[in-house]
């Protein structure tokens, strides 16, 4: 059983549904609460005790990679005027020297294609792969379940949700196998099914842990659906030689991609926070006695 050490974010998107927020700031750069969304998901990874950082980056994403680097003027600055407890946040978020590794996906062509891009990087190993847009609230971290369910199992594992049955055309669906651990044996995989046709609600909820298979198939896969090279397709195919596994994931999961989404992120992490519920209970009983 090879250890997960290493986990991919792809973050080339150019986060149009955000514009103009995002015509000079990086979709993954916008803040929820008091941390950018990529903390969220690089946190996430660093509980589950990844050791690499790997980020399939696209132009005008800079910002992301100053974010995880030392800046030591700000901490210079900090130390000098007694603020310590800010500055022990930001050195405990900051990975250590080797830990991050950037590369280039210099044509959009989705996401199994910026999966791809990670291959050099990644090697001959299994590794995780985190969709930046999709941040996880939940007394334990998604990934760090999927790894524990991993050292059970091997192969490959996915988490996924449930969702209404009616809406399993929004999604990529699973088929439901014999029970395992905190899941199942996954039987089939669907994108986007016609209605009435999927064989379950269980979507696949932007969290993954892949073998290193799946690069070879990736290089020759053609394109799918949106004339991209989807994921979903190479993981069929690689579906025909190894196991895939399903963890069920029961916190709750905010897709950041879209600004209703971020929206609702923003106000589960803030009630989440002891200082702010208060005053954001009374705000918003304020709001809504007011439309």
């Known amino acids: 059983m090879r250890k997960i050490r290493k986990a991919v974010f792809p973050v080339a998107g150019l986060g149009t549904r955000f514009l103009p927020a995002t015509k000079a700031l990086p979709k993954e750069m916008l803040t929820v609460v008091d941390r950018p969304v ?3 998901v690089v946190d996430e990874a660093r509980e589950a005790g990844i050791e690499h950082f790997i980020f399939v980056t696209g132009r005008n994403k800079h910002a992301i990679e100053d974010h995880f680097d030392v800046q030591v003027e700000l901490y210079e600055t900090l130390r000098r005027r007694g603020k310590l407890d800010i500055l022990e ?12 590794s950037y590369t280039r996906q210099q044509v959009p062509l989705g996401l199994g294609h910026a999966v791809w891009c990670a291959r050099e990087l990644v090697g001959n190993e299994p590794f995780a792969l985190l969709l930046p847009d999709m941040i996880m609230q939940s007394e334990r ?8 369910f991993y050292e059970q199992t091997g192969g490959n594992v996915l988490a996924v949700e449930e969702c209404d049955p009616s809406e399993t055309y929004k999604y990529g669906i699973v088929g439901r196998g014999e029970d395992l651990h905190t899941g199942f044996r996954i039987t089939s995989m669907v994108e986007k099914p016609k209605p009435g046709t999927a064989p379950s609600n269980f979507y696949i909820a932007g969290r993954y842990i892949l073998q290193p298979e799946i690069f070879d198939l990736l290089e020759h896969q053609e394109k799918g659906a949106g004339d991209e090279i989807q994921l979903t397709d190479a993981m069929l195919r690689l579906h025909r030689e190894q196991p895939f596994y399903a963890h069920i994931f029961r916190g709750n999961t905010y897709d950041c991609g879209s600004p209703e989404g971020f ?4 106000l589960a992490f803030a009630l989440q926070n002891g200082e702010m519920r208060p005053h954001l209970e009374r705000a918003l009983r304020e709001i809504a006695g007011k439309l």
């Open 141 to 148: 971290g998604c990934l760090k379940e999927m790894v524990e």
């Open 263 to 266: 929206v609702l992120a923003n």
């Open 89 to 100: 946040r930001l050195e405990a978020m900051q990975p250590k020297p080797g830990q991050t």
């Open 38 to 40: 990529i903390q969220y």
